[in-house]
C-alpha cells in the first residue's frame, strides 16, 4: 500500500528491471494477435532478428524464448553441459551466484572464482585456473545488477578464444544499456531478458549462439533438454519461425522497442546511459552516499550508492515509496541494508534523475540523515549533466 497521492506523485518504476514501459511499445503490445505461424508473424520475427543482432554485436542467430531472464541462464548451460562436466564460474555478485547455481543443479562440477562484491572478475586468476583444468564452459555476469559492476568480457574471451571452453554470459541487465561485442570479444552464448534495457514487459529471453557454441549443442550426449533445447530453435530460426507457439503480443512490443533504440542510434542510447548514470551517481555522493564498489567498473543501467549507518537501504525504499510513490530498490542479498539501487536504463532522461535526487533528498533529510546543503543532489547531477 502507497500513502502518496497518486495523482500528485505518480508511480515511479526506478528498480534496475523490470522498468517503465514506453507507451509506443505498450501500444504495440496491445495490438490484435495473429497467427504465430503466419506471415505477419514471420515478418516481425524477421525484424526483429534484424534489428537485435547490433545489441548483441553478433552475425550470429538470436534465440527467442517466452522466459524470463533465469530460464534463458539455464538454456545456455543445459544445451552445452552433460552432467559431471566442469563450470568456471565468475561470481561477483547474486547473479553470478546464481549461474553457479544453475550449473550445479545440472549435474556440473562447479569451481568458482569468488571477487569481492562491487569489484569484478581477473582475467589472471581465470586464466590461471584454466591451466589447471579442463572447464566445458566458463560463465559471467556482463552487469552485476546486484553491485553495479561491469565485467571485463573482452579480457575473459581472449583466453577461451582457443580453447575448447566455451563463455557463456549474462547481459540480462546490461545488454541495450551498453556495449556488448559478442563476436569481437569472443562470447559464445550471451543471453537477456526483455524487461530491462529492452523496455519490454517481462517474458521474454534471448541466446546468441557462436559457431563454436552450436558444435556443442547439437552433440546428442548433452543434458536432457525438452523446451528450451536450441537445436529445435535453431532449426526455424532461419525461417523465422520458433519452434513452439511464441508470445505474439510481447514480441509486437519488443519490434517497437528495437525500432525506437535504432531511431534513436545504438551510440547514442548507450551514451545516454552513461551520461546519465554518471549525474545520478554524482548526485547520490553529493547528498552523502558513496558509489559502491569499483568505479572504473561502474555500470551505466544501475547505480548502485552505499548507504552510511544507521541509516538503512530498507528505510529509504520505504519512504520514498510511501511518500513519493517512487520504486527504488534496496538488496536482498549480503549486502541487504547497505545499499540502494537505482535503475538508469530505457527510456529514461534528465527529468527522471533530477526527480529521484530531489526525492531522495527529501527521504534523506526525513530519516534524520545529515544533507550537506539544500539542492546539492540535483546540483552536482546538472553540473555532472552540463
Ligand atoms: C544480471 C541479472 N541476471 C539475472 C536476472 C534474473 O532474471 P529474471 O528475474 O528475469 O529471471 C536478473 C534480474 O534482475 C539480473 O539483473
Not at 34 to 54: D, S, T, W, Y
Not at 218 to 231: I, L
Request: hydrophobic share 40%; net charge neutral.
Amino acid at each position: 500500500m502507497t500513502n502518496a497521492s497518486p495523482t500528485v506523485y505518480p508511480y515511479r518504476l526506478r528498480i534496475p528491471g523490470p522498468i517503465s514501459v514506453p507507451e509506443r511499445v505498450r501500444q504495440a503490445n496491445a495490438k490484435p494477435v495473429v497467427n504465430h505461424r503466419g506471415a505477419e508473424m514471420r515478418a516481425i520475427l524477421g525484424e526483429i532478428q534484424r534489428l537485435i543482432k547490433p545489441l548483441f554485436g553478433t552475425q550470429a542467430p538470436v534465440l527467442t524464448f517466452g522466459s524470463s531472464g533465469t530460464g534463458v541462464m539455464e538454456a545456455s548451460l543445459v544445451n552445452v553441459l552433460a552432467p559431471g562436466e566442469k563450470v568456471l564460474a565468475l561470481v561477483h555478485g547474486q547473479f553470478g551466484e546464481r549461474y553457479a547455481q544453475i550449473a550445479r543443479a545440472l549435474g556440473a562440477e562447479v569451481d568458482v572464482i569468488e571477487s569481492e562484491w562491487g569489484q569484478v572478475p581477473d582475467p589472471q586468476q581465470v586464466a590461471a585456473s584454466l591451466d589447471k583444468a579442463q572447464y566445458r564452459a566458463v560463465v559471467t555476469v556482463h552487469n552485476e545488477s546486484s553491485t553495479g559492476a561491469v565485467t571485463d568480457l573482452a579480457g575473459i574471451g581472449a583466453l577461451l578464444r582457443d580453447r575448447d571452453t566455451l563463455f557463456l554470459v549474462d547481459s540480462i541487465s546490461g545488454l541495450a544499456g551498453m556495449e556488448l561485442r559478442q563476436d569481437e570479444w569472443g562470447v559464445d552464448i550471451a543471453v537477456t531478458g526483455s524487461q530491462k534495457a529492452l523496455m519490454c514487459p517481462p517474458g521474454l529471453g534471448f541466446a546468441s549462439v557462436s559457431d563454436k557454441a552450436r558444435k556443442v549443442i547439437d552433440r546428442d550426449d548433452r543434458c536432457s533438454r525438452f523446451y528450451f533445447d536450441m537445436r529445435k530453435a535453431l532449426a526455424g530460426v532461419d525461417n523465422n519461425e520458433t519452434a513452439f507457439t511464441c508470445p505474439v503480443s510481447l514480441l509486437f512490443g519488443l519490434h517497437e522497442a528495437l525500432t525506437m533504440i535504432h531511431e534513436e542510434g545504438l551510440p547514442q542510447v548507450f551514451a545516454r546511459h552513461k551520461r546519465l548514470s554518471d549525474a545520478l551517481r554524482a548526485g547520490c555522493v553529493a547528498l552523502g552516499l558513496p558509489a559502491f564498489g569499483d568505479q572504473a567498473a561502474a555500470s551505466r543501467t544501475v547505480v548502485v550508492a552505499s548507504v552510511p549507518e544507521p541509516l538503512t537501504g530498507g528505510a529509504i525504499v520505504k519512504h520514498m515509496y510511501e511518500n513519493y510513490n517512487t520504486v527504488i530498490a534496496g538488496a536482498r542479498n549480503k549486502l541487504s541494508g547497505k545499499v540502494i539501487r537505482i535503475g538508469t536504463m530505457g527510456q529514461i532522461s534528465e527529468a527522471d534523475i533530477l526527480t529521484d535526487l530531489h526525492y531522495l533528498e527529501r527521504t534523506l533529510t526525513a530519516l534524520g540523515h545529515d544533507v550537506p546543503t539544500p539542492g546539492c543532489g540535483v546540483a552536482a547531477a546538472m553540473a555532472s549533466l552540463r
